[in-house]
């Protein structure tokens, strides 16, 4: 069965310090992985997304993920975390059998303490 | 740019009303989703369209009926509502193609007493 795992229900971080939010798939076939997320009493926003290419997926608000085949994990980093990057984060992946479905995960709620 | 508009943003209902969630998008898109989110539990598929006059179940259909006779517009409906159906519903929607994201709507929260 497809799946997403998000291992991690919160992670804290200091401002300033690096942030990584852990993700890891199963799929059968190539990976469409999307990272989102969602700010208090909104929907989600799409961050970034891997298609193939460089391992490296650069997205918006200074986030960039690293796909890893091998690991078959879509990490969500950033270098720097500011106060603002408090929300919660999914991952999501794009079901390769044919029924048009986006599989999610459970969400890591990210707070970074001042 | 509107993207994806949700209405009502908030209802209360009573066991056994009916009610209809309205999703309107102005992006063309084809692909249109019902989600449920609840605590702990992430999102959950309801319903999708891949397009106008098609519906598909997802995950967890039982209470839920939807409809989408307009390219624009995805609509819910809740026949008899029950208190287990409290959440917050989320529409999206996307273009065609496995590589393009969703486009979420701020959600309609829904308490059922």
């Known amino acids: 069965a497809q799946s997403v795992a998000q291992p991690e229900d919160q992670v804290n971080v200091a401002e300033g310090n690096p942030l990584t939010v852990k993700c890891t798939y199963s799929?059968?076939?190539?990976?469409?992985l999307f990272w989102y997320v969602q700010y208090p009493n909104r929907g989600l926003q799409f961050l970034l997304k891997y298609i193939t290419g460089d391992n490296l997926v650069k997205g918006s608000y200074g986030f960039e993920a690293e796909f890893n085949k091998s690991q078959t994990s879509f990490h969500l980093k950033k270098p720097s975390a500011l106060v603002s990057d408090s929300a919660l984060y999914f991952c999501?992946?794009?079901?390769?059998?044919?029924?048009?479905?986006?599989?999610f995960g459970t969400g890591t709620r990210l707070k970074v303490l001042a | 740019n509107a993207g994806v508009t949700q209405t009502p943003k908030f209802r209360v209902l009573k066991t056994g009303q009916s009610m209809t969630l309205l999703c309107a998008q102005d992006?063309?898109?084809?692909?249109m989703y019902w989600y449920r989110q609840d605590p702990g539990m992430g999102l959950r598929l309801i319903h999708y369209?891949?397009?106008?006059?098609?519906?598909a179940k997802g995950e967890v259909p039982d209470g839920y009926n939807v409809s989408r006779l307009k390219k624009q517009n995805f609509l819910l409906g809740l026949e008899s509502a029950a208190p287990s159906q409290t959440s917050v519903y989320f529409c999206?929607?996307?273009?065609?193609?496995?590589?393009?994201?969703?486009?979420f709507g701020d959600g309609t929260r829904l308490s059922i007493l």
């Open positions: 992006m063309n898109h084809e692909y």
């Open positions: 999206a929607s996307s273009y065609w193609g496995e590589n393009q994201p969703q486009h």
């Open positions: 369209s891949v397009g106008e006059g098609t519906t």
């Open positions: 799929v059968s076939g190539n990976p469409y």
């Open positions: 999501a992946v794009r079901d390769t059998s044919g029924t048009y479905k986006y599989i």
